[in-house]
């Protein structure tokens, strides 16, 4: 009798979610990340297509902070990332990129870790070497 009692409760619980449920709401929300998906796709995708990978000047970023903004391409998480990029003979500039990273490579986003990188022409074109020795 008491499993039965459990399944109509059960029951009672989920038509109650869902008449309160605003699904508009949840489907802007959804609209919303992936806009935000999209313009982090098409920021990497501008990095990936620039000349930066073949001919940007080699330097080393520091790691200020990384966090994962709950988007994953194929598996792989997207990853927000504060450096502090050192060029040879420059001042430290402070930056922000947005990169889908492996999984092999989250150990190397600890603070304070030490990230090859090129830099484009740009303060803020900058890539992440993960294949350069770091």
Do not use: C
Request: proline share 6%; net charge neutral.
């Amino acid at each position: 009798m008491g499993f039965l009692k459990d399944i109509s409760n059960l029951n009672k619980m989920g038509k109650e979610m869902h008449k309160n449920s605003d699904t508009g709401a949840r489907l802007g929300d959804m609209q919303a990340k992936m806009e935000q998906a999209n313009a982090s796709m098409a920021g990497m995708a501008a990095r990936a297509s620039s000349t930066t990978a073949l001919h940007g000047t080699p330097a080393t970023a520091t790691v200020i902070a990384a966090r994962q903004t709950g988007q994953y391409i194929n598996m792989q998480p997207m990853v927000s990332i504060d450096l502090l990029v050192l060029m040879p003979g420059g001042m430290p500039s402070p930056v922000t990129i947005t990169e889908v990273v492996a999984p092999l490579h989250l150990a190397r986003l600890q603070a304070g870790s030490q990230l090859p990188v090129k830099v484009g022409t740009t303060p803020d074109d900058v890539m992440v070497d993960w294949l350069g020795v770091g």
